[in-house]
């Protein structure tokens, strides 16, 4: 038996994590759960099912609607606030916290657990997209503290196990190429956002969507998997591959490669990471292999920029993920409201790395500098257009 906290516990992630301790109730016992609070009546569901002893909700208001909708429950405390998520990450006495929070938001709960000395099973990919350095020195000598949650990421830490690293050549994380793969550059200037909400393979959020859309998802893992396996960029590749059935490959030196495949189901990801080293039998479908083409294709670069100002960003280092990052939140959200195009995301995103002139250091407060830098630049940047 596991205990568990889940951060964002209402998001896409979060949900079928708790299908995942539904589906296996001797393994796993949920001592915590966090939202922001944009779901009241979701998570007072989840709280009634689930009986976790603490709740934290980052806002106060939602905080009063869930105690409402609850009633008469008891032996549930609530942590109020915007430190509500960390301060769960680092007091609440899980043996493993799922961080399935959205955005840059998540690299303070994801330190927090860290350095409690938790396991942390870790679907947000921003907290090592903007904080990287900081979160692998916290689990030096221990890296089975951090279990990728991330579909590709997931899948490349099975490739990779039982391997010697030093036989291993490069490796090649797939995606399915959303909503738009095969359009033109120009095309994309005339995308809706209800088309670019339509991914083909998977059902996330809005913001991961977007991003799936535009490519930077895929750049964003391409950082991701760098700090998580200690790859060099040029280790990293970027494969199409519309069928969503092979999530990761690693190639050795001696040229053969080891494909996971898998049915594109995060359930999977999400006990792989809950229940590491074992597998358990409540897996997801098998996939219909006489029933299933697999193809690849490159990248196109010039309708999808987002993915080569990712490896450049990786590259330069410093606080300069950190900035694309935070550019990036800003921008989809301006897409999402209508105000700016769908290629404009990037472009945007791509101007305020130009700018960017970063510390000679990485640290929590240069990473927020960086962080409210970029987000109030990128909003001059929209609002004068």
Same mark, same amino acid.
């Given at each position: 038996?596991?205990?568990?906290?889940?951060?964002?516990?209402?998001?896409?992630?979060?949900?079928?994590?708790?299908?995942?301790?539904?589906?296996?109730?001797?393994?796993?016992?949920?001592?915590?759960?966090?939202?922001?609070?944009?779901?009241?009546?979701?998570?007072?569901?989840?709280?009634?099912?689930?009986?976790?002893?603490?709740?934290?909700?980052?806002?106060?208001?939602?905080?009063?609607?869930?105690?409402?909708?609850?009633?008469?429950?008891?032996?549930?405390?609530?942590?109020?606030?915007?430190?509500?998520?960390?301060?769960?990450?680092?007091?609440?006495?899980?043996?493993?916290?799922?961080?399935?929070?959205?955005?840059?938001?998540?690299?303070?709960?994801?330190?927090?657990?860290?350095?409690?000395?938790?396991?942390?099973?870790?679907?947000?990919?921003?907290?090592?997209?903007?904080?990287?350095?900081?979160?692998?020195?916290?689990?030096?000598?221990?890296?089975?503290?951090?279990?990728?949650?991330?579909?590709?990421?997931?899948?490349?830490?099975?490739?990779?196990?039982?391997?010697?690293?030093?036989? *291993?050549?490069?490796?090649? #994380? =797939?995606?399915?190429?959303?909503?738009?793969?095969?359009?033109? +550059?120009?095309? @994309? $200037?005339?995308?809706?956002?209800?088309?670019?909400?339509?991914?083909?393979?998977?059902?996330?959020?809005?913001?991961?969507?977007?991003?799936?859309?535009?490519?930077?998802?895929?750049?964003?893992?391409?950082?991701?998997?760098?700090?998580?396996?200690?790859?060099?960029?040029?280790?990293?590749?970027?494969?199409?591959?519309?069928?969503?059935?092979?999530?990761?490959?690693?190639?050795?030196?001696?040229?053969?490669?080891?494909?996971?495949?898998?049915?594109?189901?995060?359930?999977?990801?999400?006990?792989?990471?809950?229940?590491?080293?074992?597998?358990?039998?409540?897996?997801?479908?098998?996939?219909? *292999?006489?029933?299933?083409? #697999? =193809?690849?294709?490159?990248?196109?670069?010039?309708?999808?920029? +987002?993915?080569? @100002? $990712?490896?450049?960003?990786?590259?330069?280092?410093?606080?300069?993920?950190?900035?694309?990052?935070?550019?990036?939140?800003?921008?989809?959200?301006?897409?999402?409201?209508?105000?700016?195009?769908?290629?404009?995301?990037?472009?945007?995103?791509?101007?305020?790395?130009?700018?960017?002139?970063?510390?000679?250091?990485?640290?929590?407060?240069?990473?927020?500098?960086?962080?409210?830098?970029?987000?109030?630049?990128?909003?001059?940047?929209?609002?004068?257009?």
């Amino acid at each position: 038996m596991r205990s568990v906290t889940i951060l964002g516990s209402t998001g896409s992630v979060g949900t079928q994590a708790l299908d995942v301790v539904r589906r296996n109730p001797e393994r796993f016992k949920v001592i915590g759960l966090s939202a922001a609070g944009t779901n009241e009546e979701l998570l007072a569901g989840q709280i009634r099912e689930f009986l976790p002893p603490v709740v934290g909700i980052a806002d106060e208001e939602a905080a009063e609607e869930v105690r409402t909708h609850l009633g008469s429950i008891r032996g549930v405390d609530f942590v109020v606030g915007p430190e509500a998520a960390e301060r769960l990450a680092s007091e609440a006495e899980a043996d493993i916290v799922l961080n399935a929070l959205v955005g840059s938001s998540g690299l303070g709960p994801t330190l927090a657990a860290l350095q409690s000395g938790k396991t942390l099973a870790l679907a947000n990919k921003e907290s090592l997209v903007v904080g990287g350095e900081l979160v692998m020195d916290l689990i030096k000598g221990e890296p089975e503290r951090l279990l990728p949650v991330d579909s590709e990421h997931a899948a490349l830490a099975m490739a990779l196990r039982g391997e010697r690293r030093e036989d *291993l050549k490069r490796v090649v #994380l =797939t995606g399915s190429g959303g909503p738009f793969r095969g359009w033109t +550059a120009t095309e @994309l $200037a005339k995308a809706s956002m209800k088309e670019a909400l339509q991914h083909p393979v998977w059902s996330m959020g809005p913001k991961i969507t977007i991003d799936s859309a535009t490519l930077m998802n895929k750049g964003l893992e391409v950082i991701e998997a760098h700090y998580l396996f200690g790859l060099e960029y040029s280790q990293i590749h970027v494969l199409i591959h519309p069928e969503g059935l092979v999530h990761a490959i690693a190639e050795f030196r001696d040229g053969s490669m080891r494909a996971e495949m898998a049915t594109a189901d995060m359930r999977l990801p999400i006990q792989l990471a809950l229940a590491w080293p074992e597998r358990l039998p409540t897996g997801v479908a098998s996939l219909p *292999l006489t029933e299933s083409p #697999l =193809t690849f294709e490159p990248v196109d670069h010039e309708a999808f920029p +987002a993915v080569d @100002l $990712a490896y450049r960003v990786g590259g330069l280092g410093l606080t300069f993920p950190a900035v694309m990052n935070a550019a990036n939140e800003v921008a989809v959200m301006a897409f999402l409201e209508g105000k700016i195009s769908l290629p404009r995301i990037v472009e945007i995103v791509q101007t305020i790395v130009d700018e960017h002139e970063p510390p000679s250091v990485v640290s929590v407060v240069h990473i927020e500098r960086a962080d409210i830098w970029a987000r109030r630049r990128t909003a001059e940047i929209i609002e004068a257009r």
